[in-house]
């Protein structure tokens, strides 16, 4: 029968582990981060790419701009470790250069788009009636487009360049945040804690504020690591489509677009950009699953 | 349930008028002269001057909106500028080619994402769960135009055994659905694995197994129908998404589809094409949203009967 | 007859000896049952009492073994019909399951699927442990089954969904569930806590008819100890994964001997009152331990009002006290 092991149970309380109880949130989230491995391996890609982007002038080998005919299609090698593209640049430096744009279409449309849509969703939760249905209704429309196509007829308005695209991402994005906004909004408004802060006087801004948002902070967390990736891809997209970025910019979506005809003797040009992007991205959404399993107990709610 | 249909028939109505109320908008507050545009270098005034009474392009705003409605509404979405052809004439003949890369790259999306979010719920942080979750995030992270491209490098140069561009034949429809497909298959598998192993925490399931039932009934008969209902919303949006990677595959791939249309008459500029495609693109989604909504309240007695 | 003396007799259709089911989980080990014997006797209401936390749902979820990881069964055994269920294969427990041993649990709004009739998911289990019953003959026993358990209009509900149905209802759904397959044990863990009181009134008769007709074992769990009174034969008192007193029921109430039942007997609000009782509700001092730092020495200790300098260094064994009557406690040491 006792194929039992021997079982001795802790009496002791071990002062060394950490008392969940009084745990702040945001000590919770980073402990439970630290837990995933995928999760620190995206943030290690991340923090290289942000510093290959602020650091560009210093990382980068060669000039990204400087062309040189004779230097066309260099193999990768040791002193153009992914060889040159059909002017000759050092592809590698175009690439390092290019974190800077990718970074930035994946941090600034994406932080703007939401704090529209944080601030539509917010108002239209909270004062409901016609202001809600305006608002809504609005992003209901912004919505039903497929949103390459948004991006695409926006670009077409303000012309295709780097600016618009900002632009652009940051029209198409504010409906998904709004719409998770408003519902937060519409579950907390009726709590007692808002009807006790209204009742003490205090100004509508500052209970959506101080009381609706935070309690939106995980929903909201899990949005940004969601729509930072797709951010970048879709720049990466709308440049290889020839709709974003123009040349002699090197965001990494118009280099591959660039590469494209010379697939056959210069693989490299085209497909090195790619892995930079799948790697950004990958990084991305490891984080962002991370983050998403540390944030579980409080999306459930 | 019949009320509930007749209710989102009627929701999708203003929402039909809203999107090409803001489409018409956008492609058409463009200064300049699109038509001394296209003409720049045989620039004739007399010309311009006739073919923009022909375009009725110089009608106040709101009464070419209008037309634009009127005519909508009979299917003729005008003529485009740089093929002098009917725009309704080009959709309609490349809608078919989209439909098919649409519809192969679903089939691929469940065919593989559905078992494979299956089975790593179900073995939940073993190997297999890594791969199939690993796959699906490549699949999610990759761009669509450079895992394109890759495999035509690979498939199609290197090992020469499909063909790279066009859509004369079958076998040209495998590189593209495959590409497309993987991106969608990526969504869909990790969804049904976080919406199965969140059923499988419910209380029923504890009943279920109390009955006497194995593992593998539990999760057929009483875990599976429980979790394709967020997996069916999802197939919802993916037209959409399916959509707008197709405006992507169809341009790597050559695919003769509306996707590529609407590139090309963005690139030319070619304003009635581009408003065209994209208004029957998203009417196109909406019907799709529509029928998936239709599909879930069938699927789930609670609103079913309600 | 009710209050019969159920001890260590040769007429038990189940006996837990020595169960110990232990949760590993990564922030320590939770002894949630913890050397626990219980004995239930044929055709006899045994009732688990104890707060929320003491291990008595753990103890019956062991019995049919749906404990899931981190939780394990280390060591005991659980007799049913002379075979020990710890050594049976996956196989024979999933055929004792909704058979011979069911359970109903404490939440019927979530214990049902929504997505099936009621009808169905209660012939499901006949259909199941009866592989040559046409589905027919099932459905017409399941109707009965309903009337039996006092469904209005059983035909009709047969096709109904859950969602449509009341908390009462679907808690009868639950027992007809639970006993379409006549089982000899009925496990029903906390049936009523989430029910309004006059449906409390109305499952609790419910259960104790049929346990006469069908002649089902009973396990009662709750924290109620009204509940207790109304339907138990035999008692156990739990806390902290360990049995602290256990008696027929009458010696139970009339003269309990741990300190722990005294205070969970003493919080019953009353409202005849003498005028010498105090008019504040009584509580027990203290908190439930947490089971990953429990106190050294009795577990109840810490919120004792007898509490001995040994009670706070080693921990007491479950003394007999005669007429099936046992206490876990210092008080009555030798």
């Known amino acids: 029968m006792s194929n039992f092991k021997k079982v001795t149970v802790n009496t002791e309380p071990d002062s060394s582990k950490a008392d969940p109880v009084t745990e702040t949130f945001w000590q919770e989230i980073s402990r439970s981060l630290l837990k995933d491995k995928a999760a620190i391996l995206g943030g290690i890609v991340i923090l290289a790419f942000l510093l290959m982007a602020v650091f560009a002038p210093y990382v980068a080998p060669h000039d990204p701009y400087k062309v040189s005919l004779d230097l066309q299609f260099t193999k990768p090698n040791a002193q153009y470790p992914v060889g040159t593209d059909m002017y000759g640049r050092d592809v590698l430096s175009r690439i390092i250069y290019g974190a800077r744009i990718s970074l930035l279409i994946g941090f600034v449309p994406t932080i703007i788009s939401m704090l529209i849509g944080i601030i539509l969703g917010v108002i239209s939760g909270y004062y409901g009636r016609r202001t809600d249905f305006l608002i809504m209704t609005l992003a209901d429309l912004v919505l039903a487009f497929p949103s390459l196509l948004l991006a695409m007829v926006v670009m077409y308005t303000l012309g295709a360049s780097l600016l618009n695209i900002f632009i652009a991402l940051s029209i198409v994005g504010w409906a998904g945040t709004a719409r998770v906004v408003r519902a937060e909004t519409l579950s907390l408004k009726n709590k007692e804690f808002v009807e006790a802060a209204k009742a003490t006087g205090v100004k509508d801004y500052i209970i959506m504020l101080r009381h609706i948002l935070p309690n939106c902070i995980p929903q909201l967390l899990v949005l940004l690591t969601l729509n930072i990736p797709i951010s970048i891809l879709s720049e990466a997209s709308l440049s290889f489509l020839g709709v974003g970025a123009q040349p002699p910019a090197s965001s990494w979506g118009l280099m591959v677009s660039n590469g494209k005809e010379y697939m056959f003797n210069a693989p490299w040009v085209a497909i090195s950009p790619g892995i930079a992007i799948l790697s950004v991205v990958l990084a991305f959404n490891f984080l962002g699953d991370g983050l998403r399993d540390a944030l579980d107990p409080y999306l459930k709610q | 349930m019949g009320k509930y249909i007749i209710k989102k028939l009627l929701v999708s109505v203003p929402l039909l008028f809203g999107i090409t109320l803001i489409t018409f908008i956008m492609l058409n507050i463009v200064p300049g002269d699109p038509i001394a545009l296209m003409m720049k270098d045989h620039f004739n005034p007399d010309v311009v001057a006739r073919v923009r009474l022909q375009m009725h392009l110089d009608d106040p705003t709101y009464i070419r909106f209008l037309r634009l409605l009127w005519d909508a509404l009979h299917g003729d979405f005008g003529v485009s500028y740089i093929l002098n052809r009917s725009v309704t004439e080009l959709l309609v003949e490349a809608f078919p080619n989209t439909l098919i890369l649409a519809v192969a790259a679903a089939l691929v999306s469940w065919i593989i994402g559905i078992p494979a979010g299956v089975l790593s719920a179900v073995k939940k942080n073993s190997a297999v769960d890594n791969f199939f979750m690993g796959f699906s995030l490549l699949g999610v992270s990759m761009p669509i135009f450079w895992a394109g491209m890759l495999f035509q490098y690979v498939f199609g140069l290197k090992l020469g055994i499909l063909p790279v561009s066009g859509f004369d034949g079958p076998e040209y429809l495998i590189m593209p659905a495959i590409v497309l497909g993987w991106n969608s298959a990526g969504t869909i598998a990790r969804l049904t694995r976080s919406s199965l192993l969140e059923v499988m925490r419910n209380d029923y399931i504890r009943t279920a197994r109390a009955k006497g039932y194995t593992e593998l009934k539990v999760i057929l008969k009483h875990a599976l129908k429980n979790s394709m209902l967020p997996v069916v919303t999802v197939m919802a949006l993916q037209v959409a998404s399916l959509l707008s990677g197709a405006v992507i595959t169809e341009s790597v791939f050559g695919v003769p589809g509306i996707g590529r249309v609407a590139v090309n008459a963005i690139q030319n500029r070619d304003m009635p094409l581009l408003q065209g495609s994209v208004l029957f693109t998203t009417f196109i989604v909406i019907l799709g949203n529509l029928a998936a909504d239709m599909l879930y309240s069938y699927i789930d007695p609670r609103i079913k009967y309600n | ?167 009462g209802l679907r808690q009868r759904i639950m027992i007809a569930m639970a006993l379409v397959c006549r089982s000899r044990l009925l496990i029903a863990d906390e049936p009523t806590t989430a029910l309004d009181v006059t449906i409390e009134a109305q499952i609790l008769n419910l259960m104790k008819s049929l346990q006469k007709e069908i002649d089902t074992s009973v396990i009662l769990i709750t924290h109620n100890l009204g509940v207790v009174a109304e339907m138990c034969d035999y008692v156990y008192v739990m806390y902290a994964g360990k049995i602290m007193e256990q008696a027929d029921v009458y010696s139970l109430f009339d003269k309990s001997l741990h300190p722990y039942t005294e205070g969970l007997l003493k919080s019953i609000p009353r409202v005849n009152k003498q005028e010498t009782e105090s008019d504040r509700l009584y509580c027990i001092n203290g908190m439930v331990p947490n089971l990953l730092y429990l106190p050294k020495g009795c577990r109840f200790s810490p919120r004792c009002e007898y509490a001995m300098d040994i009670c706070s260094e080693q921990e007491p064994e479950l003394m007999d006290m005669g007429g099936g009557h046992f206490v876990r406690c210092f008080k009555y040491r030798g």
Not at chain 3, 2 to 25: A, H, P, Q, V, W
């Open chain 3, 1 to 167: 007859m009710r209050g019969m003396n159920c001890g260590m007799s040769y007429d038990n259709i189940l006996e837990i000896k020595n169960l110990k089911t232990y949760f590993y989980t990564d922030k320590g080990i939770l002894p949630a049952v913890d050397d626990v014997s219980i004995n239930v006797g044929k055709g006899k209401i045994i009732g688990i009492v104890g707060e929320s936390g003491c291990g008595k749902s753990i103890t019956s979820l062991s019995v049919l073994q749906l404990i899931s990881p981190p939780g394990k069964i280390t060591a005991g055994e659980i007799i049913f019909n002379g075979k020990n269920l710890l050594h049976c294969t996956p196989k024979e427990i999933r055929a004792i399951r909704g058979n011979e041993i069911s359970i109903i649990f404490q939440e019927p709004m979530t214990s049902l699927n929504p997505v099936y009739t009621v009808g169905k998911q209660v012939a499901e289990t006949l259909l199941l442990h009866n592989k040559i019953m046409s589905k027919r003959e099932a459905k017409e026993k399941v109707i009965e089954m309903f009337s039996l358990v006092g469904i209005p209009e059983p035909e009709k509900r047969y096709n109904v969904y859950p969602h449509q149905l009341s908390g």
